[in-house]
Each structure stands twice: as structure tokens, then as C-alpha cells.
């Protein structure tokens, strides 16, 4: 685990009396939000999904990766991502799949800023 700011419990609650007692040795957990964290959580994903796309029968699933842009003029007044439209794009996507037996999984990232300075959620 690397963590740069991990959570060290010494106590658990017990589950009959509901009172906090010590722990044979200390526990460490990851805090889910650091630097390190978050890029061990994007590792896991693209693991994730590029394991579901080597494993995945092909006559059932279809592997795409899509890139999805704004142009300049439909950015969204807050300049952030607006689910609806990931929405409503899937929608198409699902229409124009209707009736196939393929079945259509989607995982979706949004980066924000240029190339020197990428933030990506997810
Ligand atoms: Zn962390």
C-alpha cells in the first residue's frame, strides 16, 4: 500500500458491547485521497478495464475506447463536465445497439486542463 497520509487505527469497536478496544497491532489504511491514492485507484480501472476487454466475448461485448471532447463553443457555463450530456449520449449509443446482442458496459473519466496539467475523474 502507498499512501502518503494513511489512517492508523489502533482500536476497533467491538460489535456486541459497542466499546472501542485496542487492536493486537496497529492498522494501517490508505486515505483514499492523496496523490498516490488516487493514482492507485485509476491503476486499478485501467487494469479493470483492459482485463474486460481481453477477457469479454466478442459476439456478446464490443470493445470501444471513445474519447468524448467539447468543442469551445458547447463548453457548459461552469466549465466542468456535465453528466447529461455523457447521458444523453449513451442514450444513442443504446438506441442505435437496440436489438443486437451485444451488450453495451461503459466506463467513463473526465479529465480536466491541458497536457501538462491533467486531473481525471472518475
Ligand atoms: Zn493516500
Redo the contacts with the bound molecule.
Sequence with gaps: M?????YILTTKQDKKTGKRIELNSPLTI?????D??LSARAKKWAEQCMLEAKLTDAQTHCNLFITLTYADEFLPENNSLCKNDLSVYLKKIHNLNAGKKQKIRFFAAGVYGDILTVLIII
Design positions: 502507498l499512501c502518503s497520509n494513511p490508505p486515505c483514499g485521497k492523496c498516490l491514492c
